[in-house]
């Protein structure tokens, strides 16, 4: 490889630098792309990490596909749980109750959505649980036991073991509208909340639904979890094929779908308008890479006299060029990526020390905040800002190797 052109670059840099305003101009526009580097950085980190969360909340929190049964149908929904069991793509299936409930508790009411769960290894895999998970997942859950949220225990200042009371609306066959019922269950245990979606749920067995709402009679409704949820629409085509019976069917993509296209559409604007400020950046490079060669159009005439080809010139003032880029560059990433794996040591003291003036305590900051990024994004950064770079800089390299040496040295 040939390092003469790099090596005649670094000369010209480094006697550039005697230039105090150039050097501050090209100081400026390596903070100009740094700063530029760092904000796609950010940017692309918070998006990922958004996805994240969003597929830890919606997914966790909505059943990836519900199979709802009709009078055609008549089947029970045991026999359908049974045959979908060990279908392929389908991680479990159990029935589906959800209904709303009002919480009371030291002269306190809040509204609150109940949900059944049948066995406790479906529910341990969609929803974290804040302590004692070895032991959480070997005991039995009675009918008179609730899971909470965080959030409920937090804004209710209530805790682990405190006795709650429920009243339900239910609709008997001896009725003809809706009773209100009430029941005083325990907290047993408490699952983390991710944000607004889980906040006022509670998970309640679905024995307590069998005998106080019989349940067996009156369910109709049941939730699939799927391995790959973004296949839900596929696999619960084919389960419905499958059971071959009149039946309802719908996934979580038939209302959520709209919001990952969009996260893609702003990933997109997001990345070609900070790539906008890049570019803006480097024009000053460029503006820089021309002054020089206007100034040395001496050496430049040496050169080419000395047998260097219009290919020669190109490189050394292409290199000039990059270097600022480069440097820029990578300083930009090196600030993104720190900050990335240090973003929760950089929270916890901005709370600490700023608490009232810039964080807001709210749901959404404190639990859906995360900054992820990918190796991949790193390389179409890095790469991308180095293809500007090339563009931009090969005008003052082509107008270098058309330098007329005759004319030049005729001055001197």
Not at 26 to 42: C, E, Y
Not at 290 to 315: C, D, H, P, W, Y
Request: proline share 3%; charged share 15%; glycine share 4%.
């Amino acid at each position: 490889m040939n390092f003469l052109p790099f090596l005649i670059a670094k000369r010209l840099y480094l006697k550039q630098n005697k230039n105090y305003p150039v050097l501050l101009i090209s100081i400026l526009s390596k903070i100009g792309i740094s700063i530029s580097v760092f904000a796609l950085v950010m940017s692309f980190s918070a998006l990922n990490g958004f996805q994240i969360l969003l597929n830890k909340t919606i997914l966790s929190n909505l059943p990836h596909g519900i199979i709802q049964l009709t009078d055609q149908s008549s089947l029970k929904w045991q026999d359908v749980i049974k045959e979908l069991k060990i279908f392929p793509g389908v991680n479990y299936v159990q029935p589906y109750i959800v209904t709303n409930g009002l919480l009371v508790i030291k002269n306190e009411i809040k509204p609150i959505e109940i949900k059944s769960f049948s066995n406790i290894e479906f529910l341990k895999k969609t929803v974290s649980f804040s302590k004692n998970k070895h032991i959480f997942f070997k005991k039995k859950y009675y009918d008179y036991e609730i899971v909470l949220s965080s959030y409920l225990l937090k804004h209710l200042s209530i805790k682990k073991g405190d006795w709650i009371s429920i009243f339900f609306l239910s609709k008997k066959d001896n009725y003809i509208s809706p009773q209100l019922e009430s029941f005083s269950l325990k907290i047993v245990d408490v699952f983390e909340s991710n944000g607004i979606l889980d906040s006022n749920i509670g998970y309640v067995p679905f024995d307590f639904f069998r005998k106080f709402f019989y349940a067996d009679s009156n369910t109709n409704t049941i939730e699939l979890n799927m391995s790959n949820p973004f296949n839900a629409d596929e696999v619960i085509l084919n389960a419905v094929k499958k059971i071959n019976k009149p039946l309802l069917a719908y996934t979580w993509i038939n209302s959520y779908k709209d919001i990952y296209h969009n996260i893609k559409k702003i990933r997109v604007i997001v990345y070609l308008g900070l790539l906008l400020l890049v570019t803006v950046s480097c024009f000053s490079i460029a503006s820089i890479s021309l002054m020089t060669v206007s100034k040395k159009t001496k050496e430049i005439s040496i050169l080419r006299s000395m047998g260097a080809n219009n290919f020669l010139i190109q490189l050394i003032f292409l290199y000039y060029g990059l270097r600022y880029i480069i440097v820029g560059n990578i300083i930009g990433l090196l600030i993104g990526i720190a900050t990335i794996l240090n973003f929760k040591r950089i929270i916890f003291f901005l709370e600490k020390n700023f608490k009232n003036n810039i964080l807001l305590d709210n749901i959404y900051y404190n639990n859906f905040f995360l900054l992820k990024i990918n190796i991949l994004d790193i390389i179409v950064i890095f790469i991308s800002t180095i293809i500007i770079g090339i563009i931009i800089n090969w005008y003052p390299a082509y107008y270098a190797s058309k330098i007329n040496p005759s004319k030049i040295l005729k001055e001197y």
